[in-house]
């Protein structure tokens, strides 16, 4: 079965630091990829996906991912970290109909 | 916007009790979720739905069922709740084949089974 890998699980940073989060997949046929954030106490929303084309991707909020194919990975980024970005991130593949997430990374960023 | 309502946001529940969750979507989507988020675990599927009266088991289907009746809602049911299935639930839906499969997620509901 495919399978999603987080590697960070609690990430603590101060403002203005670089971000850079792990993500591995385990597929080796075409995916689409996927960054989910979850705010504290809000629902799941999309920072961004990738479908095709120019692998590296911009989202929302300053977010990039590269997805390097070789690698099965998508790692996610930010140059400077705000700390409004505390949250949970989530990665997910979709392979048929369905996403598979990873087991997400909590992101704490210090005043 | 798409809205993706759950009827439900916290419950709490006894071991045996039969549980209904109830979900909504407003955006004539044609696959709808249910997927369970617990720490360290991230979230797992349970079960979905591709069209009215269609599922599909996900990774994690034993002890849950599903309805769905009609294509704006999908229900996900305890038939004996225990309390291992304490945990939030999140019902989420999405367009079609042929799209890039974007998940727009509820608020969730949080069971709580004593």
């Known amino acids: 079965a495919q399978s999603v890998s987080q590697h960070n699980h609690h990430v603590i940073l101060s403002e203005a630091a670089s971000l850079e989060l792990g993500c591995n997949y385990s597929?080796?046929?075409?995916?689409?990829l996927f960054w989910y954030v979850q705010y504290p106490g809000q629902h799941l929303q999309l920072l961004l996906k990738y479908f095709s084309g120019d692998p590296l991707v911009k989202g929302i909020k300053g977010f990039e991912a590269e997805f390097i194919k070789s690698k099965f990975s998508f790692n996610l980024r930010k140059p400077s970290v705000q700390w409004s970005d505390t949250a949970e991130y989530f990665c997910a593949v979709r392979i048929g109909r369905a996403l598979t997430f990873g087991s997400g990374t909590r992101l704490q960023v210090q005043p | 916007d798409v809205k993706v309502t759950q009827s439900s946001r916290y419950l709490v529940k006894r071991t045996g009790e039969k549980v209904f969750l109830e979900c909504v979507q407003d955006?004539?989507?044609?696959?709808m979720f249910w997927y369970r988020q617990d720490p360290g675990l991230g979230l797992r599927l349970i079960y979905f739905s591709y069209d009215v009266k269609m599922k599909e088991k996900g990774d994690i289907p034993e002890g849950y069922s599903v309805s769905r009746e009609k294509k704006e809602r999908f229900s996900l049911i305890l038939e004996s709740a225990s309390t291992n299935q304490t945990s939030m639930y999140l019902c989420?839906?999405?367009?079609?084949?042929?799209?890039?499969?974007?998940?727009?997620f509820g608020e969730g509901s949080r069971l709580t089974v004593l």
């Open positions: 955006m004539d989507h044609e696959n």
């Open positions: 989420a839906s999405s367009t079609g084949p042929g799209t890039t499969g974007e998940l727009f």
């Open positions: 597929y080796g046929g075409t995916v689409n």
